[in-house]
């Protein structure tokens, strides 16, 4: 029975039961690793002199210098161990040419090392129309720059010569009756109409867009602004009739297909195409990433075109700048808004600009 607590009873008060008292019970591990005790290590005494104190930060325009000179540096040290054509080190690493120049003969133009001329990869003479003679003065510029004859077994050191001898190949297996190279050509070409960077256009809304944008609206006003009129021209003077849609909608990323009459009618425009105008179209197209902007781009200064170019003549001219502008709408949209990356943005411009100059000066004739 429980005790009564010891405390007084005021008037009228009930008396409270003490609550009772329990035994405590130990605490009951429930683990079974023993415990140790921390083992103190002792104070550990540097040898040596003290490191040296922190370096702040150079300046922005400190680091991009040293960058500069750093390149200036292994530019002239790449200079350097070029190999010198007074003492070549093997036949490959020696220009067996002294002069270049171009020679007009029954057949056309030829580029001439010396005496010899120069053959394409089939070890056919390289023959240019003579109404191309800007483009043959080109090509003897691309080889009298070389230093030795190791550098002409590389294309990006000649260029104009590949394109070339790509149009002469067209040329050559039309002659011969071998459709298969021509077609399976605008087979890779069409692949690009599905995805066409002239039809891409971006979301009307955008959560990355900033909050404040310019009175031209954003990315997707200013990719139809610079696409509406290729297309208008195209679908008029190109492509008589044809509908030419948008590849994405206004809140998609999923690219739809032209209708297929569209792709009829420009597969059939392709087919009927020349040699050297389908070659430059093939360019134009891997370099812009686009059908339209490369068709756009031939009609303008293709001779296989002069009755529409008759027919606009007095209109503004559609040339390397306007290309490369409609070829690269997001990409100077992007560089505009984040900035520019050094060495990369400005390289990749100035190549896109020089692969389309060499669709001009293949398909132009004076």
Not at 200 to 205: D, F, G, K, M, N
Request: charged share 25%; with cysteine.
């Amino acid at each position: 029975m429980a005790a009564w607590h010891p405390v007084c009873l005021s008037r009228g008060a009930r008396p409270a039961l003490a609550s009772p008292v329990l035994p405590r019970r130990r605490a009951r591990a429930l683990h079974a690793t023993v415990i140790q005790p921390a083992t103190a290590i002792p104070k550990i005494i540097g040898v040596g002199p003290p490191p040296e104190p922190p370096i702040p930060a150079s300046a922005k325009y400190d680091d991009r210098f040293a960058r500069k000179r750093k390149q200036l540096e292994l530019l002239q040290q790449g200079q350097s161990t070029r190999p010198n054509p007074a003492r070549p080190a093997s036949a490959l690493q020696r220009r067996f040419w002294r002069d270049v120049s171009v020679q007009e003969t029954a057949d056309g133009l030829q580029i001439l090392l010396d005496a010899r001329p120069v053959r394409t990869a089939a070890k056919n003479v390289l023959t240019v129309p003579r109404e191309k003679a800007q483009l043959a003065a080109a090509i003897a510029l691309e080889w009298d720059l070389l230093v030795s004859s190791q550098q002409a077994l590389k294309q990006h050191y000649i260029p104009l010569t590949s394109l070339t001898n790509r149009a002469l190949e067209i040329e050559v297996a039309d002659e011969q009756g071998n459709g298969k190279a021509r077609d399976d050509l605008i087979r890779n070409i069409l692949r690009y109409l599905d995805t066409d960077t002239l039809l891409c256009w971006a979301p009307e809304t955008n959560i990355h867009d900033p909050a404040e944008k310019d009175r031209s609206g954003g990315l997707r006003n200013k990719q139809m602004q610079v696409a509406q009129p290729i297309i208008s021209f195209l679908a008029q003077h190109v492509w008589p009739g044809v509908d030419i849609k948008p590849i994405l909608g206004t809140d998609s990323i999923i690219p739809e297909k032209q209708p297929q009459m569209t792709t009829e009618v420009i597969r059939g425009w392709i087919s009927g195409l020349p040699a050297w105008e389908l070659a430059g179209l093939e360019r134009g197209v891997l370099a812009s990433k686009s059908v339209l902007i490369a068709a756009r781009l031939l009609v303008q200064w293709s001779s296989a075109f002069s009755d529409i170019q008759n027919a606009i003549a007095g209109q503004p001219t559609f040339g390397i700048d306007e290309a490369a502008e409609a070829s690269s709408v997001e990409v100077r949209w992007q560089t505009g808004m984040w900035g520019e990356v050094e060495d990369t943005h400005d390289v990749e411009r100035e190549d896109l600009r020089r692969q389309l100059g060499s669709v001009i000066l293949l398909v132009h004739s004076t």
